[in-house]
C-alpha cells in the first residue's frame, strides 16, 4: 500500500485553519480608545469685555507625546497599560480640549490652534510635563498627574503660567484609571481659565 501524501490543497487547508485558530485564541489583550470630555465652563465674559483673539499651542515633553494611557513608576519606569490608546496622541488631545475651553468660556472672539496660523492678539504656548498615572509601589493604587508649564505672550508683556493637577484612583482598573484623568483634566482647564482672564491686564489696570 502506498504512504498517504497530502495534496498541497490539503495543506494549504491545514495551514490556514492553524491561522485561525491562532488569532481567535490570541492573548494580546483588545485596543479600547478612550475619548475624554471637554470642560462644560460657565461663560465669564461680559458686555464690556474686550474683543480678543488666542492662538493655543501644546507641546510635551520627551515621553508624553504618545497616544498610550502611561504608567510611572515604582521608581522611574515609564510604561503604559495594555490595551488602551487615547484618540490621538496627547498633545492633540489636550489641544482640542484647550480650544474647546477657551471658545465656550466667551472669553475671546476667537481661538485657534498653531496649526491654523493667522496673527492672534494674544499666544499660550504650553508644555506638557506630566501626564501619567504614577504609583509609588507595587501594591500602591495609582494618582494622576498632570502638569502644563509655560507662557501667555500677549500685547501687554510674557506671563509665566504652571497648572498641577492630580486625581486619585480608588482601583485598578482602566475605567477607573480613564476617570481620575477626567478628572484631573476638568481641574486643569478650570485653573486655565480661572487664570488666564486678568494674566495680561496691565498693572494697576481693570476692565
Known sequence: MQPFVPSVSVLMLVVMSAACTSMLTSDAPPEN??????????????????PTSIRVQITAAPGLDTDRLLIRGPG?????????????????????LIRTALEDSGLFSRVTSNRSGGLTDWTLDLELR???????????????????RGYLQCTEGQTPVRIVSKAPVTRVTLTAIVDGFQRAVDSS????LEQLPDACLPIGVEY
Open 33 to 50: 480608545i478612550y475619548w475624554l470630555e471637554p470642560l462644560d465652563p460657565t461663560p465669564q465674559a461680559t458686555q464690556d469685555a474686550r
Open 76 to 96: 522611574a519606569i515609564l510604561n503604559s497599560y495594555a490595551g488602551a490608546r487615547w484618540t490621538d496622541n496627547a498633545p492633540e488631545v489636550l489641544d482640542t
Open 130 to 148: 506630566a501626564f501619567f498615572a504614577v504609583v509609588t509601589s507595587a501594591s500602591s493604587l495609582p494618582t494622576i498627574e498632570i502638569e502644563f
Open 189 to 192: 482647564l478650570g485653573e486655565l
